[in-house]
């Protein structure tokens, strides 16, 4: 039944859309419901049939699902036009059907808190920084920077861009009463808020656990692991994906410092692999990279020898299904002389 009345409305509409004059000014009207209304916008070609679904349907969640999967690009872009939920246009951000459809919701999106995480999920490292450059809360910026998960890409944008704002509020310059008072909240003309040389403001505190920034100095100058090509329903998972590459990173250093392995700066090996339900390692899928033969076996090992890493529960599996590839990136750094 709602199929004939489907195809019912295409053929009402189509044939609206031929007849119809620019002065039109009423849409036929069927009754389809929201629902409806959004397959016959995801499955046009485009059209003005796909069209008028787009505008004649108002349900938030439905135009995400349309911006998010519907075949033809102005119909994507149509129905982001129409979302002005917040939580929303970062789902669609996340996981919209191509590149420029993700885009034009970074575009929309203005909660800062919305915006680091979908830098922090982001597959391509292009959407990251777009949101990343969306991002004006230091605190926000910092915690990108520190993950230890997020894209290293990402997190090195976040690094600049904390590095830029900070510099550009030091040198934002006082007017004279507010040099002599040191107001602190005290703003000059254009209503930008101003800071007292004589009363900086903290610079934002790294978090103290957190891995060392590639190639930055430690003892074995060994850098972060980076996470990427991870489904972006992981973000509700952080916890366990943490841990996950904690127990990684921790068992990549034992073995570097028990084989000796210490590759050149600038060596990095990427392992793809299925994690299951289990917590186990289903299967290592592909190993690459410049650092050689012994180096992929050290990553490799790193991720097999302590799984499983913690039975999925209930709910994740329904999010995740039975399993998930991931790829994790191994960067090497110098080690001390």
């Given amino acids: 039944m709602k199929t004939h009345i489907i195809t019912s409305f295409l053929i009402a509409v189509s044939a609206f859309v031929i007849l119809a004059t620019p002065a039109s ?37 439905l135009l995400a699902d349309v911006a998010c999967n519907a075949n033809a690009e102005n119909i994507r872009n149509a129905a982001v036009a129409k979302i002005t939920d917040q939580a929303l246009l970062a789902d669609v951000a996340k996981n919209g059907k191509n590149y ?42 910092a915690d990108v920077a520190n993950k230890t998960w997020v894209d290293v890409r990402i997190r090195e944008a976040a690094r600049k861009e904390l590095t830029k704002l900070t510099n550009q509020r030091e040198q934002i310059p006082l007017t004279g009463d507010q ?35 590639i190639h930055a100095d430690n003892k074995i100058g060994t850098p972060n692991i980076g ?18 590459i904690d127990t990684v990173q921790v068992q990549w250093d034992d073995l570097n410092d028990r084989n000796k392995i210490f590759p050149p700066t600038g060596t990095k090996i990427m392992i793809k692999f299925r994690l299951d339900s289990e917590g186990k390692i289903a299967e290592i899928i592909d190993a690459d990279g410049n650092g050689g033969t012994q180096a992929a076996n050290i990553c490799k090992s790193a991720i097999t020898d302590r799984a499983p890493y913690g039975k999925w529960s209930d709910q994740m599996i329904a999010v995740l299904g039975d399993s998930q590839e991931m790829t994790f990136t191994f960067y090497y750094g110098m080690p001390s002389q």
């Fill in 25 to 61: 000014a009423e849409i036929p009207s069927m009754d389809l419901s929201p629902k409806e209304l959004a397959e016959v916008a995801k499955i046009s070609n485009g059209d003005g049939v796909g069209v008028v679904a787009v505008v004649k349907l108002n349900d938030q969640k």
């Fill in 100 to 141: 420029d459809i993700r885009i034009a919701a970074i575009k929309k999106l203005t909660e800062q808190a919305l915006l680091a995480d979908v830098a922090c999920w982001a597959y391509d490292k292009n959407i990251g920084n777009a949101a990343i450059e969306k991002l004006t809360d230091q605190a926000l910026l």
């Fill in 179 to 213: 040099r002599i008072q040191g107001a602190p909240n005290a703003t000059d003309d254009t209503g930008i808020p101003q800071i007292d040389l004589r009363r900086p403001q903290p610079r934002p505190h790294l978090a103290k656990n957190v891995r060392p920034a």
């Fill in 227 to 244: 996470v990427t090509g991870i489904d972006a329903k992981w973000s509700n998972y952080g916890a366990y994906l943490q841990k996950l």
